[in-house]
């Protein structure tokens, strides 16, 4: 009589389940930006940009903007050489003698917070009239779809010069100059937060259509709950995208406004300052004063801008 095979019952281990890092490093965003070396440069300059700007204080050689430790002897010095007072400078001087590397760091500073705070203020505005418009609808829907279209039809920067005036001719003038850069920003917020208004608006017009919002309906939930908690995380991708590309078009903006003189003040000069400070001297010889300010300009918006353009391809399931 033959034994027949014993089957064992103990339970076969359970497969090990993935960490979350793993599965973040295997994600399509992250197989996406690991296949593009442009996205991996672009966020490597901007990187590299952003703590140059954030730490400028402590980075800078010099500081440009204290007047005791100027020396208009030292103006105009070429870059890679020293100065009348023997002071070594790696971009040259302007003719204040200021260091042209310390003032681009603490330019892009100005430039950064303007930029980013613009974009807020735009997005927060345009993502929540698109919300209400595109669930509401009726009235509301038409006026600010009317209004949106009639902003969009103008440049921006003709729009932010508009609220930049009024905003002068309204604030006194022995306060313009500290309210300078809010203006700035307020400007600039509101000449960009119809391209958020419109895509959050057409998301959320079919994203009402959906099961889970008619059963949040259903249930008594309130409208601004199901708004938020429901119906903005599903079209927060798209924002996500303009905010990125739009962080570049204010930075832009706000060096276009600087250049024409309606900008910061030059007690605090962005990018766009220290490019219309360069311009005046640029026939003269003395072309460092505008070119590495220019050329810092265009790789802090040539990165953000790929950077965005990335994230809408990355977040795009039909390129997956």
């Not at 009024?166 to 022995?174: F, K, L, M, T």
């Not at 100059?177 to 000449?191: P, R, T």
């Not at 030059?266 to 220290?274: D, K, M, R, W």
């Amino acid at each position: 009589m033959t034994d027949l095979p014993q089957t064992s019952t103990q339970p076969e281990p359970a497969a090990k389940s993935p960490s979350r890092w793993k599965a973040f490093w295997r994600s399509d965003i992250v197989w996406s930006y690991r296949r593009s070396p442009v996205t991996i440069v672009a966020s490597i300059v901007a990187l590299l940009l952003v703590l140059m700007a954030v730490f400028a204080p402590w980075l800078a050689p010099y500081n440009p903007f204290n007047p005791a430790t100027l020396n208009l002897m030292d103006g105009f010095t070429p870059p890679n050489s020293a100065s009348y007072s023997g002071n070594y400078f790696l971009m040259g001087t302007d003719n204040q003698g200021r260091d042209v590397f310390s003032t681009i760091m603490y330019g892009m500073r100005v430039s950064l917070f303007v930029g980013v705070l613009a974009t807020l203020l735009a997005m927060i505005m345009g993502v929540g009239l698109g919300l209400v418009a595109g669930y509401v609808g009726g009235v509301i829907d038409a006026v600010s779809l009317r209004v949106a279209d009639v902003q969009l039809s103008f440049p921006a920067v003709l729009i932010a010069l508009l609220v930049f005036g009024v905003a002068r001719g309204v604030i006194p003038p022995n306060q313009q100059e500290g309210a300078a850069i809010w203006v700035l920003i307020l400007a600039i917020g509101l000449a960009n937060w119809a391209q958020f208004a419109r895509t959050v608006r057409g998301a959320t017009m079919v994203e009402r259509q959906k099961d889970y919002v008619a059963a949040a309906r259903i249930l008594g939930v309130n409208p601004f709950f199901i708004l938020l908690r429901h119906v903005l995380p599903n079209v927060v991708g798209p924002v996500l995208v303009i905010g990125t590309i739009g962080l570049a078009l204010a930075i832009i903006e706000e060096a276009t406004l600087s250049y024409l003189g309606v900008g910061v003040p030059p007690t605090q000069p962005s990018l766009g300052t220290l490019i219309r400070i360069g311009q005046q001297f640029l026939f003269s010889g003395e072309w460092w004063i505008l070119l590495f300010p220019a050329i810092t300009l265009v790789l802090l918006a040539l990165s953000v801008n790929l950077l965005g353009d990335w994230l809408r391809d990355a977040l795009n399931p039909k390129l997956r």
